[in-house]
């Protein structure tokens, strides 16, 4: 199942912040800090980005063992749940057309609601506060929209629309399909024209891209068996089915999240307030207050960094996350295609520190 590890929390956490906000911008290269905390023998890609400039993008180990292909800055990873980004990004750049807005009631866009649902807005989708269930099924399960609608909208709600945090998978696969229902486009048509395109991006997406032959890294388990590359996996014609749609399974290189995080910095792609709206903490994501929800970004603010949004994405076999620095212009990328292996190493559990660290080593590189 797709999933967000929700470790990404730890970027909040005490001992981390400890360790890292008390000191100055590390002087040493993200190179040298990759050599010291990148597990040995887990493999990926690494990018970061400073004032719209880029500080590295480097691949380590193999992006194919069986093939012996070398991971690249241009390899293309699984993101996962990093995908939700870009389906919030969509719904911005909808309003900023007119074509919708973030209060409209989903019964508006998605052809009715049943009594319990008619309060649902977008926005309570973008914020996870919809109060419906994580997900139908599995990511491979055939499943086309219509039914994915239907699923939804038949399903029991948790809690009152509205009234609390509940990370749901489902709710991002609507905003999929409200995207398609007012953009009169496919999803990934959409994303590909008024997203992707404008940002100089041509890696990313579910099946239109032309990777090249080697370019999407094949995926391992905990087991370092190999399992191959995310599209070989049950998907439909036009990309994954509709418990993944949307809220998962986006393929991207680091190089192309580079160019996300500058089109970020500029108004190209979204005005500053469908960009203010992302990264605003709409909604607490668990009692302690320490991370909140924007529309597809967790945000958190720390001593030392300032406003941090991220978010992270997961299935067994890889990880991706993305990372801001809000108030310093630094962006971090990374990706694994052998994310754990049994008794060895598992970048989840070290996710923050690596992020975090990463950033911290671009800000004081130059």
Not at 30 to 58: K, M, Y
Not at 159 to 175: C, V
């Amino acid at each position: 199942m797709n999933r967000t590890t929700r470790s990404y929390r730890v970027l909040a956490a005490a001992a981390t912040v400890a360790v890292l906000a008390s000191c100055a911008p590390d002087t040493s290269s993200v190179e040298e800090f990759l050599g010291a905390n990148w597990p040995e023998g887990s493999s990926g890609t690494v990018a970061a980005i400073r004032d719209g400039e880029r500080v590295t993008c480097q691949g380590i180990g193999l992006a194919d063992a069986r093939e012996a292909v070398r991971a690249e800055c241009s390899t293309v990873y699984d993101i996962g749940s990093v995908t939700k980004s870009f389906t919030a990004a969509a719904v911005m750049k909808l309003q900023m057309m007119g074509a919708l807005d973030v209060h409209d009631p989903i019964r508006d866009h998605l052809g009715g609601a049943p009594a319990d649902k008619r309060a649902i807005t977008i926005h309570h989708l973008l914020t996870h506060t919809s109060g419906l269930p994580d997900q139908l099924g599995d990511d491979y399960e055939p499943l086309s929209r219509e039914d994915m609608v239907a699923g939804a909208m038949a399903s029991e709600l948790l809690s009152r629309p509205g009234a609390e945090h509940r990370y749901s998978n489902l709710g991002y696969s609507l905003l999929a399909a409200i995207v398609e229902e007012a953009s009169a486009m496919g999803y990934e048509e959409f994303l590909a024209k008024h997203l992707f395109a404008p940002a100089g991006m041509t890696d990313t997406g579910y099946v239109r891209p032309r990777w090249s032959p080697g370019q999407v890294a094949v995926e391992h388990d905990r087991r370092g068996a190999a399992r191959g590359a995310p599209f070989e996996h049950p998907w439909a014609s036009d990309g994954p089915y509709w418990n993944l749609r949307g809220n998962g399974g986006l393929l991207s290189s680091a190089r192309d999240m580079l160019r996300w995080h500058a089109a970020l910095d500029g108004e190209d792609v979204l005005d500053q307030a469908a960009k203010d709206a992302m990264f605003s903490p709409h909604v607490a994501e668990d009692d302690s207050e320490d991370t909140h929800y924007g529309y597809g970004w967790m945000i958190t603010s720390e001593p030392g960094y300032g406003r941090i949004a991220a978010h992270d994405g997961a299935n067994e076999r890889s990880l991706a996350v993305t990372a801001r620095l809000l108030d310093e212009d630094v962006g971090v990328f990374w990706a694994s295609n052998h994310a754990a292996l049994d008794g060895e190493w598992d970048l989840a559990l070290i996710q923050a520190d690596l992020t975090l660290g990463i950033a911290n080593a671009a800000r004081g590189s130059g």
